[in-house]
Protein backbone atom coordinates (compact mmCIF):
# COMPACT_ATOMS: atom_id res chain seq x y z
CA UNK A 1 0.00 0.00 0.00
CA UNK A 2 1.26 3.47 -1.07
CA UNK A 3 -0.11 6.03 1.54
CA UNK A 4 -1.54 9.06 -0.49
CA UNK A 5 -2.34 11.15 2.91
CA UNK A 6 -0.51 11.17 6.31
CA UNK A 7 -1.97 12.14 9.28
CA UNK A 8 -0.65 13.22 12.79
CA UNK A 9 -3.01 13.02 15.90
CA UNK A 10 -1.90 15.24 18.78
CA UNK A 11 -2.91 15.08 22.53
CA UNK A 12 -6.47 13.26 23.29
CA UNK A 13 -6.97 12.39 19.52
CA UNK A 14 -5.76 9.21 19.26
CA UNK A 15 -9.21 7.16 19.32
CA UNK A 16 -9.19 8.98 15.29
CA UNK A 17 -6.92 6.02 14.13
CA UNK A 18 -10.50 3.35 15.37
CA UNK A 19 -11.75 4.40 11.76
CA UNK A 20 -9.27 2.99 9.91
CA UNK A 21 -10.36 0.03 7.68
CA UNK A 22 -8.23 -2.68 6.88
CA UNK A 23 -5.50 -1.38 9.55
CA UNK A 24 -1.88 -2.68 10.85
CA UNK A 25 -0.69 -0.87 13.28
CA UNK A 26 2.66 -1.36 14.36
CA UNK A 27 4.16 0.27 17.56
CA UNK A 28 6.96 3.03 16.89
CA UNK A 29 9.52 0.80 19.49
CA UNK A 30 9.45 -1.97 16.65
CA UNK A 31 10.19 0.74 13.73
CA UNK A 32 14.00 0.98 13.10
CA UNK A 33 14.93 4.35 14.18
CA UNK A 34 12.15 5.81 14.89
CA UNK A 35 11.45 7.67 18.50
CA UNK A 36 9.33 6.38 21.20
CA UNK A 37 6.79 8.53 22.41
CA UNK A 38 6.66 9.06 26.41
CA UNK A 39 3.34 11.19 27.08
CA UNK A 40 0.47 9.98 28.51
CA UNK A 41 -2.16 10.28 25.34
CA UNK A 42 0.25 9.22 22.96
CA UNK A 43 -0.21 5.00 21.90
CA UNK A 44 3.11 5.60 19.59
CA UNK A 45 1.91 3.46 16.70
CA UNK A 46 1.86 4.05 12.78
CA UNK A 47 -1.43 2.87 11.38
CA UNK A 48 -1.51 1.92 7.92
CA UNK A 49 -4.94 1.16 6.18
CA UNK A 50 -7.63 2.88 3.99
CA UNK A 51 -10.40 5.46 5.22
CA UNK A 52 -13.46 5.74 3.09
CA UNK A 53 -11.24 4.00 0.09
CA UNK A 54 -8.20 6.41 0.53
CA UNK A 55 -4.60 4.82 1.67
CA UNK A 56 -3.55 6.15 4.37
CA UNK A 57 -0.67 6.68 7.09
CA UNK A 58 -1.66 7.62 10.66
CA UNK A 59 0.69 8.76 13.20
CA UNK A 60 -1.42 7.48 16.64
CA UNK A 61 0.56 9.90 19.01
CA UNK A 62 3.74 11.67 18.41
CA UNK A 63 7.03 12.58 19.86
CA UNK A 64 8.33 15.86 21.34
CA UNK A 65 11.51 18.00 22.18
CA UNK A 66 10.89 18.07 25.53
CA UNK A 67 10.78 14.03 25.67
CA UNK A 68 14.54 14.80 25.32
CA UNK A 69 14.67 14.12 21.40
CA UNK A 70 16.82 16.25 19.09
CA UNK A 71 15.01 17.74 16.17
CA UNK A 72 15.80 15.48 13.55
CA UNK A 73 14.71 12.70 16.04
CA UNK A 74 11.13 14.68 16.48
CA UNK A 75 10.87 15.03 12.75
CA UNK A 76 11.85 11.79 11.66
CA UNK A 77 8.46 10.10 11.75
CA UNK A 78 7.95 12.94 8.60
CA UNK A 79 10.66 12.20 6.66
CA UNK A 80 9.39 8.25 6.52
CA UNK A 81 6.08 9.39 5.64
CA UNK A 82 7.28 10.90 2.65
CA UNK A 83 9.17 8.41 1.77
CA UNK A 84 6.32 6.03 1.78
CA UNK A 85 4.28 8.00 -0.81
CA UNK A 86 2.52 10.53 1.49
CA UNK A 87 2.26 14.04 -0.44
CA UNK A 88 -0.54 15.51 1.68
CA UNK A 89 0.35 15.68 5.66
CA UNK A 90 -2.37 16.72 8.39
CA UNK A 91 -1.00 17.23 11.73
CA UNK A 92 -3.22 17.52 14.65
CA UNK A 93 -2.49 19.22 18.34
CA UNK A 94 -3.78 20.42 21.69
CA UNK A 95 -3.31 23.80 22.10
CA UNK A 96 -4.24 26.44 24.47
CA UNK A 97 -6.70 29.04 23.17
CA UNK A 98 -5.20 33.03 23.36
CA UNK A 99 -7.02 34.61 21.24
CA UNK A 100 -10.17 36.21 22.98
CA UNK A 101 -13.00 34.30 21.91
CA UNK A 102 -11.75 30.91 21.58
CA UNK A 103 -14.11 28.28 23.23
CA UNK A 104 -12.44 24.91 25.32
CA UNK A 105 -13.23 22.56 22.70
CA UNK A 106 -13.16 24.42 19.36
CA UNK A 107 -11.64 23.34 16.15
CA UNK A 108 -8.94 26.12 14.72
CA UNK A 109 -7.23 25.81 11.53
CA UNK A 110 -3.80 26.80 11.33
CA UNK A 111 -2.91 29.45 8.68
CA UNK A 112 0.56 30.15 10.07
CA UNK A 113 3.01 29.70 12.93
CA UNK A 114 5.83 31.40 15.22
CA UNK A 115 8.43 28.79 16.28
CA UNK A 116 9.69 29.74 19.37
CA UNK A 117 11.23 26.26 20.32
CA UNK A 118 14.86 27.61 19.61
CA UNK A 119 15.50 24.47 17.50
CA UNK A 120 14.98 24.32 13.34
CA UNK A 121 15.24 20.67 12.39
CA UNK A 122 16.88 21.66 9.24
CA UNK A 123 20.33 22.81 10.39
CA UNK A 124 23.47 21.19 9.45
CA UNK A 125 24.24 19.59 6.06
CA UNK A 126 21.38 19.42 4.08
CA UNK A 127 20.70 16.17 2.33
CA UNK A 128 19.53 16.84 -1.30
CA UNK A 129 17.48 13.92 -1.74
CA UNK A 130 14.94 15.65 0.66
CA UNK A 131 14.99 18.93 -0.94
CA UNK A 132 16.81 21.86 -1.26
CA UNK A 133 19.17 24.56 1.50
CA UNK A 134 16.70 26.97 0.98
CA UNK A 135 13.37 26.66 0.71
CA UNK A 136 9.86 28.92 1.15
CA UNK A 137 7.70 29.20 4.05
CA UNK A 138 5.19 31.87 2.83
CA UNK A 139 2.64 29.35 2.77
CA UNK A 140 3.59 26.42 5.21
CA UNK A 141 -0.27 25.65 5.74
CA UNK A 142 -1.89 25.17 2.33
CA UNK A 143 -4.69 28.08 1.68
CA UNK A 144 -6.29 25.21 -1.14
CA UNK A 145 -6.61 23.27 2.09
CA UNK A 146 -7.72 25.47 4.90
CA UNK A 147 -10.89 26.30 2.37
CA UNK A 148 -11.71 23.18 1.37
CA UNK A 149 -12.01 22.19 5.39
CA UNK A 150 -13.83 25.35 6.16
CA UNK A 151 -16.49 24.16 3.41
CA UNK A 152 -16.14 20.63 5.11
CA UNK A 153 -16.90 22.30 8.31
CA UNK A 154 -19.72 24.36 7.11
CA UNK A 155 -21.75 21.34 5.54
CA UNK A 156 -21.17 19.49 8.96
CA UNK A 157 -23.38 22.94 10.38
CA UNK A 158 -20.59 24.69 12.19
CA UNK A 159 -17.56 27.39 11.09
CA UNK A 160 -14.17 26.62 12.00
CA UNK A 161 -12.00 29.51 12.39
CA UNK A 162 -8.21 30.26 11.63
CA UNK A 163 -5.53 31.58 13.59
CA UNK A 164 -1.69 31.63 14.09
CA UNK A 165 0.08 28.75 15.84
CA UNK A 166 3.01 29.49 18.54
CA UNK A 167 5.39 26.83 19.14
CA UNK A 168 7.25 26.35 22.91
CA UNK A 169 9.57 24.17 23.55
CA UNK A 170 7.82 22.77 27.01
CA UNK A 171 7.36 20.46 29.31
CA UNK A 172 6.46 24.02 31.27
CA UNK A 173 2.72 25.46 30.57
CA UNK A 174 3.53 28.92 29.76
CA UNK A 175 2.96 32.08 32.63
CA UNK A 176 0.44 34.37 32.21
CA UNK A 177 3.05 37.34 30.91
CA UNK A 178 4.89 34.84 28.37
CA UNK A 179 0.63 34.59 27.30
CA UNK A 180 0.66 38.49 27.15
CA UNK A 181 3.80 38.39 24.79
CA UNK A 182 2.70 35.88 22.56
CA UNK A 183 -0.66 37.44 22.00
CA UNK A 184 1.09 40.79 21.14
CA UNK A 185 3.29 38.94 18.96
CA UNK A 186 -0.23 38.00 16.97
CA UNK A 187 -0.24 34.35 18.30
CA UNK A 188 -3.95 32.73 18.85
CA UNK A 189 -2.62 29.52 20.16
CA UNK A 190 -0.35 27.67 21.81
CA UNK A 191 1.20 24.45 22.08
CA UNK A 192 4.62 22.43 22.42
CA UNK A 193 4.28 20.71 18.93
CA UNK A 194 3.56 20.66 15.01
CA UNK A 195 5.78 23.58 13.86
CA UNK A 196 9.39 21.33 13.59
CA UNK A 197 7.04 18.47 11.55
CA UNK A 198 5.74 21.53 9.30
CA UNK A 199 9.45 22.53 8.49
CA UNK A 200 10.80 19.20 7.75
CA UNK A 201 7.55 18.12 5.88
CA UNK A 202 7.48 22.03 3.63
CA UNK A 203 11.21 20.83 2.80
CA UNK A 204 10.37 17.47 1.16
CA UNK A 205 7.82 19.40 -0.70
CA UNK A 206 4.11 18.34 0.82
CA UNK A 207 1.31 19.71 1.11
CA UNK A 208 0.31 20.82 4.91
CA UNK A 209 -3.36 21.36 6.90
CA UNK A 210 -2.87 22.21 10.56
CA UNK A 211 -5.94 21.60 12.97
CA UNK A 212 -5.57 22.46 16.67
CA UNK A 213 -8.07 21.85 18.93
CA UNK A 214 -8.01 24.30 21.74
CA UNK A 215 -8.04 21.61 24.73
CA UNK A 216 -7.51 24.99 27.31
CA UNK A 217 -7.21 28.89 27.70
CA UNK A 218 -3.85 29.82 28.19
CA UNK A 219 -2.25 31.22 31.28
CA UNK A 220 -4.12 34.22 32.79
CA UNK A 221 -6.70 33.36 30.59
CA UNK A 222 -8.65 30.78 32.90
CA UNK A 223 -8.99 30.76 36.49
CA UNK A 224 -7.71 27.57 37.14
CA UNK A 225 -4.52 25.71 36.78
CA UNK A 226 -3.63 24.02 33.64
CA UNK A 227 -2.98 20.22 33.68
CA UNK A 228 -2.55 17.43 30.84
CA UNK A 229 -5.31 15.83 32.44
CA UNK A 230 -7.57 18.54 31.42
CA UNK A 231 -5.68 18.26 27.74
CA UNK A 232 -6.83 15.02 27.87
CA UNK A 233 -10.50 15.30 28.40
CA UNK A 234 -11.29 18.10 26.47
CA UNK A 235 -9.62 15.92 23.55
CA UNK A 236 -11.76 12.98 24.07
CA UNK A 237 -15.12 14.87 24.73
CA UNK A 238 -14.50 16.82 21.21
CA UNK A 239 -13.40 13.21 19.76
CA UNK A 240 -16.61 12.53 17.33
CA UNK A 241 -16.99 16.36 15.80
CA UNK A 242 -13.04 15.77 15.43
CA UNK A 243 -13.43 12.11 13.64
CA UNK A 244 -16.60 13.06 11.88
CA UNK A 245 -14.52 16.33 9.96
CA UNK A 246 -11.34 14.02 9.45
CA UNK A 247 -13.69 11.11 7.77
CA UNK A 248 -15.18 13.45 4.91
CA UNK A 249 -12.23 15.51 4.44
CA UNK A 250 -10.08 12.53 3.83
CA UNK A 251 -11.84 11.29 0.68
CA UNK A 252 -12.51 15.03 -0.13
CA UNK A 253 -8.45 15.80 0.06
CA UNK A 254 -8.14 12.98 -2.49
CA UNK A 255 -10.58 13.59 -5.01
CA UNK A 256 -10.02 17.42 -5.34
CA UNK A 257 -6.04 16.15 -5.64
CA UNK A 258 -6.86 13.74 -8.60
CA UNK A 259 -8.69 16.15 -10.18
CA UNK A 260 -6.33 18.73 -10.21
Known amino acids: MKPAIGIILGSGLGAFADQIA ?46 GYPPEEVTFPVRVLGLLGVKTLLVTNAAGGIRPGLKQGELVLISDHINFTGFNPVVGENDERFGPRFFDMSEAYSKRLRMLTQRTAKDQNYEISEGVYLCVLGPS ?7 RAFHALGADLVGMSTVQEVIVARHMGLEVLGISCVTNLAAGIQAEPLSHEEVMETGRRVADRFTQLLAALVPAIDKETICA
Open 173 to 179: FETPAEI
Open 22 to 67: DAVAIPFAEIPNFPKSTVPGHSGRLVMGTLEGVPVAVMQGRVHAYE
